[in-house]
T-cell receptor, first 113, second 112 residues
Framework: AQRVTQPEKLLSVFKGAPVELKCNYSYSGSPELFWYVQYSRQRLQLLLRHISRESIKGFTADLNKGETSFHLKKPFAQEEDSAMYYCALSTFTFSGNTGKLIFGQGTTLQVKP | DAGVTQSPTHLIKTRGQQVTLRCSPISGHKSVSWYQQVLGQGPQFIFQYYEKEERGRGNFPDRFSARQFPNYSSELNVNALLLGDSALYLC???????????FGPGTRLTVT
């Protein structure tokens, strides 16, 4: 079964504290994983993709195939990081330009001053 | 480019009615996908269209249908509305041979 699990609905931390948003997946193929973020009153936007191994706004995420995890981390949280975060698995294939994103239920990150 | 646009922004319908939601992709994007997001949950895949052909369908009843036009814009139709269809409907577009999807602001549908 194809599934993405985000075990925490809400994560509340103080400014400057480290953050780790958990994501586990179930997929039989080679996964393409993403983190999307939705700030208040804004549209869903891509934050990170695992294939690029980049750091955006101080966030990083490492794919661990052994643990089937793709946790999102940031060493020092900022108040502007407060948002809803979604982990997503892509089933797209280039051959047919077909596929979909499978989303987790999302985690609300609340960064307190 | 304004990004992916959707209309209307909000919609209130009565049970049993029909609704049509519209989406315009980013210029140059030929693939459009539709997702339903119920309050408190992540988006759920409904349809994907590429070059005006349906390429994927999620686990939704036949009351849900969609189409893509020659200019790559798309419509999502829902017939015989149920209270449970109340949700935010998201449209996303993708350039060919890419995994990255760009989302629109969504249409908030309320069924009373």
């Amino acid at each position: 079964a194809q599934r993405v699990t985000q075990p925490e609905k809400l994560l509340s931390v103080f400014k400057g504290a480290p953050v780790e948003l958990k994501c586990n997946y179930s997929y039989s193929g080679s996964p393409e994983l993403f983190w999307y973020v939705q700030y208040s009153r804004q549209r869903l936007q891509l934050l990170l993709r695992h294939i690029s191994r980049e750091s955006i706004k101080g966030f990083t995420a490492d794919l661990n195939k052994g643990e089937t995890s793709f946790h999102l981390k940031k060493p020092f949280a900022q108040e502007e990081d407060s948002a809803m975060y979604y982990c997503a698995l892509s089933t797209f294939t280039f051959s047919g330009n077909t596929g979909k994103l499978i989303f987790g239920q999302g985690t609300t990150l609340q960064v307190k001053p | 480019d304004a990004g992916v646009t959707q209309s209307p922004t909000h919609l209130i319908k009565t049970r049993g009615q029909q609704v049509t939601l519209r989406c315009s992709p980013i210029s140059g994007h030929k693939s459009v996908s539709w997702y339903q997001q119920v309050l408190g949950q992540g988006p759920q895949f409904i349809f994907q269209y590429y070059e005006k052909e349906e390429r994927g369908r999620g686990n939704f009843p036949d009351r849900f249908s969609a189409r893509q036009f020659p200019n790559y814009s798309s419509e999502l139709n829902v017939n015989a509305l149920l209270l449970g269809d109340s949700a935010l409907y998201l449209c996303a577009s993708t350039v060919a041979n890419s995994y990255e999807q760009y989302f629109g602001p969504g249409t908030r549908l309320t069924v009373t």
